[in-house]
């Protein structure tokens, strides 16, 4: 762990050592860069790892690794920059910065619509978010990346 401690810089909280430290982008510290790996990468080699993990499980976590580093790399839209982008295309907004009781109904909506499994490539890229309403199980196919679909139960889940 790392504490601020002067005005002059940060030290190490075990010793009086400088920390080595770099500024980096959000998009960085997911997916690297050339000197630092990334997290996504250092949690697929976690997952990879970790013998009693079932396959499913594993494909789903890696699917959900797979949004985040598109969202970190503008690949995807953050869902606050969707909801905006609906907000502004909407039929009935005026550019007033006001969002009507209907705006906002077709809004939620569209979110249900997507959680339904509607497909949405600019939010959820090839997530497939379809699930059984009726008993509440999420199916295995609602949960895996398009490029995820063709690996073994032996998969290695690296980028």
């Known amino acids: 762990a790392v504490v601020s401690t002067q005005s002059t810089g940060i030290q190490c909280c075990r010793c009086d050592c400088e920390p080595d430290i770099e500024e980096m982008s959000i998009n960085d510290i997911i ?9 996504s990468k250092v949690l697929r080699a976690y997952i990879k790892h970790m013998p009693e993990l079932e396959f499913v499980t594993a494909t789903r976590i890696c699917s959900y690794i797979s949004l985040i580093q598109k969202r970190a790399s503008g690949e995807l ?43 949405c490539p600019d939010l959820i890229g090839n997530l497939r978010v379809d699930s059984d309403f009726n008993n509440r199980q999420y199916r295995r196919d609602s949960y895996i990346d398009e490029s995820e679909t063709n690996r073994s139960p032996n998969f290695s889940p690296t980028n």
């Open 31 to 39: 997916n690297g860069n050339g000197e630092f790996p990334g997290i």
């Open 77 to 119: 839209l953050t869902t606050a920059t969707w909801i905006r982008k609906f907000v502004r295309n909407h039929p009935q907004y005026k550019q007033d910065s006001v969002v009507s009781d209907e705006m906002t109904y077709d809004l939620m909506m569209e979110c249900r619509e997507i959680t339904e499994g509607k497909t």
